[in-house]
């Protein structure tokens, strides 16, 4: 395929709001609130804000210029810029990473639906044992997570088959402003609820004394998990960027934009919790154990206000991952349909199947099929581990490395074209964190993960 002949986004916006659609997902919303708790509220925003200019907004700029210069899926990129060397591998093994999260991260996303349907049917109220209770029993079952895989699937395909423009541009212009407004909604009422005030000062009360190395650490995995950096998601996106798209502006709007979700998902998290005394607590069980009961003790005096809260959270959680599940699914589609020379309905068919099988066994992993384990962890929670703490990292390591030594310093300048006199000063900046700041931080986190450092 020629680079004329090649999709691209119709307008900046439509730009901005797909990447961020990528950007803002399940990272977002159940753990930043969490991190944000767990390191000290303000202080931990502080060093991730920091994180997140200093070693996001570069590490996304390079995935532009590679996606956007080479116009082709991620492996194509990675290849034709490496010229025979052994670059080209970073390419494919970002294309299967890609697929090894899009399975998993559908099986989160159809939780997701079980819960806007159970809202919907009023079904979430009782104990708080009922709550630990009816989320084991769901995520055990043999056929609910396994249908609702599918359906999130279905719905990330139809999506996809509809092309860069009609597809993924249309679908994120009018689930991005959903988002957000639901959003805006949930966080509202959840700062109105008497007591909530103190969830905003657990969250913005900077507390240095817990800033050690960890902190600094978890905020660095954080930004990297969030802004979707290190598997050629942003790269294939980039591809369909236009010569005009600058690359820096569009990746600090996109940093800015996930922060802010980020930041918001606390202010819903946090007040609703301290409002009616619970303890937030981490990870699924935070999502899906302690906020239904949160939502029906704060709206106890009006249960129909708590179903509709509870509905818009939901909700929002599902829009914030087919945003996201539609990139991924992107980047293997991209890649089937160009390097095996197939239809794009075709190859998105193929991953639509392949990620269904792959995502309902490790669904499946949690309850029926619960030998399949990997050391101590289900099939699940390896995936997970594995994608997101080695392969995102190893992938993000090698991409700097890669543009910031590789690459001649000419072809990565001409990114720069469209800043004008602030074109050399902020080129060397982005260089230096690219050559150095990025690698280096990537390589502790990854050591200190291992207990090496
Ligand atoms: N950024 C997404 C989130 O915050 C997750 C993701 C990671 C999406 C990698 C695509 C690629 O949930």
Not at 13 to 34: D, E
Not at 47 to 54: A, D, M, T
Not at 306 to 318: D, E, H, N, R, S
Not at 395 to 424: A, I, Q
Request: hydrophobic share 50%; proline share 4%; aromatic share 16%.
């Amino acid at each position: 395929m020629t680079q004329l002949e090649r999709a691209s986004f119709g307008s900046k916006l439509g730009v901005i709001l797909a990447t961020a659609g990528s950007a803002v997902g399940l990272g977002n919303v159940w753990r930043f609130p969490y991190m944000a708790g767990e390191y000290g509220g303000a202080a931990f925003i502080v060093i991730y804000v920091g994180c997140v200019l200093l070693f996001g907004i570069p590490c996304m700029v390079s995935e532009f210029i590679i996606g956007r210069h080479a116009a082709s899926n991620t492996a194509r990129a990675y290849r034709s810029l490496a010229g025979g060397t052994p670059w080209a591998a970073i390419g494919y093994f970002g294309v299967f990473t890609g697929l090894l999260i899009t399975s998993y991260y559908a099986v989160v996303a159809g939780w997701c639906l079980q819960y806007i349907a159970a809202s919907l049917l009023g079904q979430l109220h009782g104990s708080p044992e009922f709550f630990a209770e009816y989320f084991a029993t769901f995520e055990k079952d043999p056929f609910k997570p396994v249908f609702w895989t599918v359906a999130i699937f279905l719905i990330t395909h139809y999506v996809i088959i509809h092309g860069v423009r009609g597809g993924i541009e249309k679908a994120s212009k009018l689930l991005m402003p959903a988002l957000f407004v639901l959003l805006l909604i949930v966080v509202v009422s959840a700062c109105l609820l008497p007591g909530a005030f103190e969830g905003v000062k657990f969250l913005f009360k900077p507390d240095f004394s817990k800033v050690g190395g960890d902190v600094f650490l978890g905020a660095l995995g954080q930004s990297f998990y969030s802004l979707s950096i290190g598997m050629g998601c942003l790269c294939t996106y980039a591809s369909y960027f236009s010569r005009q798209t600058n690359l820096m502006k569009s990746a600090v709007q996109i940093g800015v934009l996930d922060t802010s979700v980020a930041i918001l998902a606390g202010l819903m998290i946090f007040p609703a919790a301290f409002s009616v005394g619970i303890n937030p607590d981490s990870g699924p069980s935070l999502v899906f154990i302690t906020l239904p009961n949160v939502f029906q003790q704060a709206f106890a005096s009006l249960p129909v206000v708590g179903y509709v809260v509870g509905f818009a959270f939901y909700a929002l959680l599902a829009l914030a991952a087919i945003t996201s599940l539609i990139s991924l699914h992107e980047v293997t589609t991209a890649f089937i349909h160009e390097e095996m020379h197939t239809t794009r309905k075709r190859a998105a068919w193929t991953v639509t199947i392949l990620c269904s099988v792959i995502g309902a066994v490790c669904s499946l992993s949690l309850g029926k099929l619960d030998f399949l384990k990997i050391g101590d962890r289900s099939l699940f929670d390896f995936f997970d581990f594995i994608t997101g703490q080695v392969m995102l990292p190893v992938g993000g390591f090698f991409t700097c490395l890669f543009v910031g030594w590789y690459l001649p310093h000419k072809m990565v300048r001409d990114e720069f074209s469209n800043w004008g006199t602030l074109r050399g000063k902020l080129f060397h900046t982005y260089l230096f964190c690219i050559k150095f700041v990025c690698p280096i931080c990537i390589l502790m986190i990854f050591l200190h993960q291992f207990g090496w450092i």
